[in-house]
């Protein structure tokens, strides 16, 4: 069973549909984070989750919307999105947030927006 | 400025051969470093960390230059398998990620 796990892998949404992206660590890590990623781009930092609390919030537009019940369990809310959201959606989780340790992505959602 | 810079490339060399790259960060309170590997349409994975000493894993060698602020990474007797966009990897408490450099490997 790989560490951190998303669901699902792809996913293809109208503008005007509402869904949501699920991640799960089985790490027993106390941070989670949301990664955009677009071609030829750097991963984009989204949101961090420390102990379930939102700790940082990247500027990212309120059409998206995290969702962190328990430290295992992390949920990307998506509604009305634009084109140019398609992109690779990336959850990992570290151990620490504020430690300088790697940390270790689930699968990702490939989202294409339509 | 970039917080992380890297030659995207590609990097096309046949294997057996050895291939280098660098990678410049602009925050020199930057503690920790590491190289990531991601291959095609698949997520990132820890390649290896780089120590200020340098670090040596197999064929991958990472060394860090604090100083003029860039770390590298070796790869020698390239393998097909080495095929993948190799991410550097940037902390200063939160890690910041470069776009990563393309390297094909080819028979």
């Known amino acids: 069973e790989t560490g951190v796990t998303q669901t699902p892998r792809h996913l293809v949404m109208g503008m005007t549909n509402k869904k949501s992206l699920k991640c799960e660590q089985h790490?027993?890590?106390?941070?989670m984070y949301w990664y955009k990623q677009s071609a030829k781009k750097p991963l984009e930092l989204m949101f961090v989750y420390s102990l379930e609390e939102r700790v940082e919030n990247n500027s990212v537009p309120s059409r998206f919307s995290p969702e962190c019940p328990n430290s295992s369990h992390l949920f990307l809310h998506l509604h009305t999105l634009q084109p140019e959201d398609s992109a690779l959606y990336l959850c990992?989780?570290?151990?620490?947030?504020?430690?300088?340790?790697?940390?270790?992505f689930g699968q990702g959602t490939r989202l294409t927006v339509v | 400025r970039k917080e992380v810079e890297q030659d995207p490339g590609p990097f096309n060399v046949p294997e057996g051969a050895t291939v280098a790259f660098n990678c410049t960060y602009s925050?020199?309170?930057?503690?920790?470093f590491f190289w990531y590997r991601q291959d095609c349409r698949k997520e990132p994975k820890l390649l290896m960390s780089?120590?200020?000493s340098g670090n040596e894993d197999g064929r991958f060698t990472a060394q860090l230059n604090r100083a003029s602020q860039y770390i590298s990474l070796l790869i020698r007797d390239s393998k097909l398998s080495d095929s993948a966009t190799y991410l550097c990897v940037v902390s200063e408490g939160k890690l910041s990620f470069g776009a990563g450099t393309t390297v094909t490997v080819r028979a």
């Open positions: 925050n020199s309170a930057s503690q920790s």
């Open positions: 790490l027993g890590h106390n941070a």
């Open positions: 780089v120590y200020s």
């Open positions: 990992a989780s570290s151990p620490f947030r504020t430690e300088n340790t790697e940390a270790f």
